[in-house]
């Protein structure tokens, strides 16, 4: 079977589309990691200073 030059474009460009939206969940989940990470920091340093300022008010 021969495919037309429309169905090999349209072919093409879901093949296209696929990866784009593949590329842009790992982009997400990466930076979604890095902020989890970057919001566990910034949480450890919160209670480390709320322990520090509890000590200087006793």
Known sequence: ???SARQKAASETIALSITMLTDM???SKKNID???RWI?????NLNKIAEATGQLRK
């Not at 566990?40 to 450890?44: G, L, N, R």
């Open 1 to 3: 079977m021969k495919t």
């Open 25 to 27: 969940a790992s982009s």
């Open 34 to 36: 890095k902020d989890v």
């Open 40 to 44: 566990t920091e910034a949480k450890a």
